[in-house]
């Protein structure tokens, strides 16, 4: 089939729910993708951020391989070594904690909504504070706790107990503060939001506060989370800990799976048999990929390997901000970084992908860089020049 073809299918027989880009992927290795007519391209967006190992990583594929000989899915009712063990895992890279596995990010933040209500419960209290230009999924809840306007329109009435504070703005979320509020949700930074990074005032004070009112904080590392800022959660910058954690996208490296890490301080048994479950959640198959995915970061020492290439790659956009006055900001953390424009965004994806390179533009005129954490310097290199290419090319336009 050609690529024309797909797309009759695809307008047949999927709805239209993404803009779709006319070209279809069939074939991935690291930081490099090949599409249906066997032409390649450096990936700086792998997967939406979901491939944070980079495609296609021999230890995750392995692993896959060995489980789905044994066994795929098996009851949450009856114990699953592999989720045990996964549970324990990260644990032992955050905090002491237990853990509860669905399919996604979003099916994560449900479950943190769904728990702080309860918690708040003989209490009266269920009002949750997010933060604007927040993004935390499509679900019904997690749409409700995105403050962004756009998430919202023709979805009435959304779920109740929802405010909007400003980022980065202690003294917004302390007047949002009611006799009812029970939770903060936030990103340490924003991702779909036009990466944003918190201050260390800002969180240190968000945990003060939740502290202070006995609220729980509640962190979503769902695209942060997994080395990608070059510590394994991000919250670790800040000398802080969530109450709750929510973590998906790069912690399977492309099988559905999400988490919600419930901090062990949190002696209240709050999601007891029978109020919440996960009919796929933590299956022997996404937790042998997972537990793959934490022993690469480890053995690999890939934590390493973005606090190097990260400075690279600030490095080389800093060069073009100086060099192409229509770049505003330059902003992030490890792999993980925003190019704000003056203009939009769409323009530069789309060279850039005719001429090789991956992106991804957000907030319309915010360019997302975020290349596995595997990425090695050669292939950096190779798509910062690309990157060149494209600001020279439509600077002159």
């Not at 009712?77 to 644990?91: D, G, S, T, V």
């Not at 853990?99 to 003989?122: M, P, Q, T, V």
């Not at 240190?204 to 202070?212: A, H, I, N, P, Y």
């Not at 907030?363 to 910062?384: C, F, H, S, Y």
Request: aromatic share 8%; hydrophobic share 40%; net charge positive.
């Amino acid at each position: 089939m050609n690529t024309r073809e797909v797309e009759e299918l695809y307008s047949k027989f999927v709805l239209p729910t993404v803009k779709r880009v006319p070209f279809c992927l069939v074939k991935g290795k690291g930081s490099r993708v090949w599409d249906l007519h066997n032409r390649e391209y450096v990936d700086f967006f792998p997967g939406w951020g979901v491939s944070g190992l980079g495609h296609c990583h021999p230890a995750v594929g392995y692993a896959i391989k060995n489980q789905i000989r044994k066994i795929v899915h098996i009851s949450n009712n009856y114990l699953n070594l592999k989720q045990a063990e996964l549970a324990r895992e990260i644990a032992k890279w955050s905090f002491p904690s237990r853990s509860f596995f669905s399919n996604s990010g979003a099916e994560a933040i449900e479950a943190a909504i769904k728990f702080a209500r309860r918690y708040g419960h003989d209490t009266g209290r269920y009002e949750i504070i997010t933060l604007k230009r927040s993004f935390h999924g499509r679900t019904s809840g997690a749409m409700t706790a995105t403050a962004q306007e756009k998430i919202h329109k023709g979805f009435d009435p959304l779920l109740p107990g929802f405010s909007y504070a400003e980022f980065n703005d202690l003294d917004s979320v302390k007047r949002l503060v009611t006799q009812k509020t029970i939770a903060v949700i936030v990103e340490p930074i924003q991702g779909e939001g036009g990466i944003h990074v918190a201050t260390p005032e800002f969180m240190r004070g968000l945990r003060s506060l939740c502290d202070e009112k006995d609220m729980l904080l509640i962190l979503d590392e769902v695209q942060t989370g997994m080395g990608r800022t070059g510590k394994i959660f991000a919250y670790q910058y800040y000398g802080i800990e969530p109450d709750l954690m929510t973590l998906a996208k790069s912690l399977g490296n492309g099988v559905p799976i999400g988490a919600l890490v419930v901090n062990s301080k949190i002696k209240k048994e709050v999601l007891t048999p029978g109020t919440h479950a996960s009919t796929y959640g933590g299956n022997p198959l996404v937790c042998v990929a997972a537990l793959a995915v934490f022993k690469a970061i480890r053995k690999e020492k890939l934590l390493q390997n973005v606090e190097r290439l990260g400075d690279v790659l600030r490095e080389g956009l800093v060069k073009l901000q100086s060099k192409y006055g229509m770049i505003k900001e330059v902003r992030g953390k490890g792999v993980m970084m925003g190019v704000e424009l003056d203009r939009p965004g769409d323009p530069f994806v789309d060279l850039a992908r005719e001429k090789g390179l991956l992106i991804n533009c957000t907030q319309e005129n915010v360019l997302r860089i975020m290349p596995a954490i595997t990425i090695t310097k050669k292939w950096l290199d190779k798509g910062l020049a690309i990157l060149e290419e494209v600001f020279e090319e439509l600077s002159k336009k």
